[in-house]
């Protein structure tokens, strides 16, 4: 979804600069190196790759910035020290924390008060819970157990804590008050009000924007997790369906509910594109046009109201059905339609294949076809296009002549 509200916003003539790190070093992955017996570099290495070739079949364009954790230790320690030095972080036998009670609007982001949030917390573990002040206070630094990735510091060899990571890159990278950080929603707390807390504390201003996206969840409208065992595999869905469906399945989503994965769903997506493609190859050859001024304004109407995917897509597939109609009586604006059926596509990153992709022998028939038309030669037609069916292509024929689509 924040690849899609990215090109949105060049698409509308903003500058955008999308910061996207990499956490590559945290209690989950020493856990899986000592378990499987491999260095931890081994595995952070990989799964970026997985995790990058997998957002290219997807068509999600690459960050401007992709900061590593590791690359920013040092930067860490800097930002951690300041806070111990102005009283607002504490030594224990294990780390140093954040006293949450000494940074006075600590809950502001998530608009409850600091008992409220503690039944919080999200997925991961209370650390140190016996060391801290408050039960609320979080870890800015662990000391290292033996045989465990460490770095330097002046409180002991150790490791950044997971909500200083990302304090340090987003506000090294963007500077302060930056205009929009996104995550989901189970991040809203305890992670971006313990980033928020860190830069509050420092007496920086943070994100002056945030955006949180709903869970993907199953049929039964449940999050999806590995603790579930009912995670759909991306990679595995690429190998079975046209990648662009996962793309269009998202847009008929609004960001913030749940976007549900079914079977049914993703069917109708890959419907859905079929029709666009159709679409596609059929004004592939009409006439360049500007696109029509007020079918663009509706569009970003939509899509200015919070991102509202689900009715710029009413208003592409709308235009989509007066376009074909305008082709089919030979209206004047049918030009500009289908320019502004492509931009909107454009806008929201979704690629259509047309008529470029049909091989020269196959357009060479459907153009022998509607010659055979214009002759009235109707047995000729017929036979080629049985031909063209044979090969395997659905064969469409109106007044602007033969498009041939898979």
Not at 175 to 194: I, S, T, V
Not at 298 to 318: I, K, S, Y
Request: with cysteine; aromatic share 8%.
């Amino acid at each position: 979804m924040y690849d899609v509200l990215r090109r949105y916003l060049e698409w509308s003539g903003l500058r955008v600069r999308l910061v996207s790190n990499i956490t590559d070093i945290d209690d989950s992955i020493i856990n899986r190196a000592n378990r499987e017996q491999r260095p931890w570099q081994e595995i952070t290495h990989k799964c970026e790759a997985v995790w990058f070739d997998a957002m290219g079949k997807i068509n999600v364009a690459r960050p401007t910035d992709v900061p590593h954790a590791t690359e920013y230790v040092e930067q860490m320690v800097t930002m951690i020290g300041e806070l111990v030095a102005n009283g607002t972080a504490y030594l224990t036998d294990d780390g140093v924390y954040l006293s949450v009670e000494r940074v006075p609007d600590y809950g502001l982001l998530v608009h409850q008060s600091l008992d409220d949030m503690l039944a919080g917390g999200g997925d991961r573990d209370v650390f140190g819970a016996d060391n801290k002040h408050h039960p609320a206070d979080f870890v800015l630094w662990k000391f290292s157990k033996p045989g465990e990735p460490a770095w330097p510091s002046p409180w002991g060899e150790g490791r950044p804590g997971w909500h200083s990571e990302c304090v340090v890159m987003s506000l090294d990278l963007l500077g302060e008050g930056f205009d929009l950080h996104c995550g989901g929603q189970d991040l809203k707390f305890p992670h971006h009000e313990n980033e928020r807390a860190q830069a509050v504390a420092l007496g920086k201003r943070f994100a002056n924007r945030w955006m949180h996206h709903g869970f993907v969840v199953d049929g039964e409208g449940e999050k999806m997790s590995k603790s579930l065992g009912n995670v759909a595999n991306l990679l595995d869905l690429m190998e079975h369906y046209d990648p662009r469906a996962y793309r269009m399945l998202l847009l008929q989503s609004h960001y913030r509910g749940p976007v549900s994965v079914t079977q049914d769903n993703i069917d109708a997506s890959v419907k859905a594109l079929a029709g666009l493609d159709a679409f596609a190859a059929r004004t592939a050859s009409v006439a360049a046009a500007d696109p029509d001024a007020d079918v663009l304004a509706a569009f970003r109407e939509r899509m200015d109201d919070d991102l509202d995917t689900p009715g710029g897509t009413a208003v592409l597939f709308d235009t989509v059905r007066r376009a074909n109609a305008a082709l089919d009586g030979g209206a004047a604006d049918a030009g500009a339609l289908v320019a502004a059926v492509h931009e909107m596509c454009a806008a929201v990153g979704l690629v259509l294949k047309g008529a470029a992709e049909v091989p020269a022998d196959a357009l060479a028939k459907a153009a022998a076809l509607d010659a055979a038309r214009a002759a009235k030669d109707f047995a000729t037609a017929d036979a080629l296009r049985a031909e063209l069916q044979a090969d395997g292509w659905t064969v469409e024929t109106s007044k602007q002549g033969t498009t041939l689509r898979r």
